[in-house]
T-cell receptor
Framework: DTGVSQNPRHKITKRGQNVTFRCDPISEHNRLYWYRQTLGQGPEFLTYFQNEAQLEKSRLLSDRFSAERPKGSFSTLEIQRTEQGDSAMYLC???????????????FGPGTRLTVL | ELKVEQNPLFLSMQEGKNYTIYCNYS?????LYWYRQDPGKSLESLFVLLSNGAVKQEGRLMASLDTKARLSTLHITAAVHDLSATYFCAVDILSTYGGTSYGKLTFGQGTILTVHP
């Protein structure tokens, strides 16, 4: 099964430390999204990549957050100087642009659960 | 700002019964999705609804879309325990950057469904 994969699955860190998460999308997918999900809520959009270009960043993505997608393949999300409020599940999704009015279903990875102590 | 509201947020059902989950959204949408999430797991795509009057069915689940009312429903027929999960609707608004259109999902709060014997 070549679905979306994310690593690590769980990360516990102390406040102030930096963390980096990785997402490997479905191989032929050119679109990649990051979402954040806190307990009891639906996922919230963070950022979007079309191939290697980061086309949109949510206001939720403070200066401490940075995302990259070198060469349009895997993506990384880094959080610097973590805060307790950063504790959440970070989800990556990918899709294939189909053009026109066709569906562009986003397929989600298993997520990285971050706990900031 | 787009708002997506689901109700009910909690649904406890007996096996064999029918029920409907409602998803209201505040602005014109291009596409509407239903996802399922099991505890500790990622989101699984259930349905994509593309146009007014669209109806899709898979097993005991049926989803419909009324774009004029900005309402989607997820109907559960003869519930079974395996359907216990959290169900999210998500609205896709197309954005455009440099001639490229892409979607980003805005999720409802989720409906936690528990099916009892």
């Amino acid at each position: 099964d070549t679905g979306v994969s994310q690593n690590p699955r769980h990360k516990i860190t102390k406040r102030g430390q930096n963390v980096t998460f990785r997402c490997d999308p479905i191989s032929e997918h050119n679109r990649l999204y990051w979402y954040r999900q806190t307990l009891g809520q639906g996922p919230e959009f963070l950022t979007y990549f079309q191939n290697e270009a980061q086309l949109e960043k949510s206001r939720l993505l403070s200066d401490r957050f940075s995302a990259e997608r070198p060469k349009g393949s895997f993506s990384t999300l880094e959080i610097q100087r973590t805060e307790q409020g950063d504790s959440a599940m970070y989800l990556c999704a990918s899709s294939l642009s189909s053009g026109g009015a066709k569906a562009d279903t986003q397929y989600f990875g298993p997520g990285t659960r971050l706990t900031v102590l | 700002e787009l708002k997506v509201e689901q109700n009910p947020l909690f649904l406890s059902m007996q096996e064999g019964k029918n029920y409907t989950i409602y998803c209201n959204y505040s602005t014109t949408s291009d596409r509407l999705y239903w996802y399922r999430q099991d505890p500790g797991k990622s989101l699984e795509s259930l349905f994509v609804l593309l146009s007014n009057g669209a109806v899709k069915q898979e097993g005991r689940l049926m989803a419909s879309l009324d774009t004029k009312a900005r309402l989607s429903t997820l109907h559960i027929t003869a519930a079974v325990h395996d359907l216990s999960a959290t169900y999210f609707c998500a609205v896709d608004i197309l954005s455009t950057y440099g001639g490229t259109s892409y979607g980003k999902l805005t999720f409802g709060q989720g409906t936690i469904l528990t099916v009892h014997p």
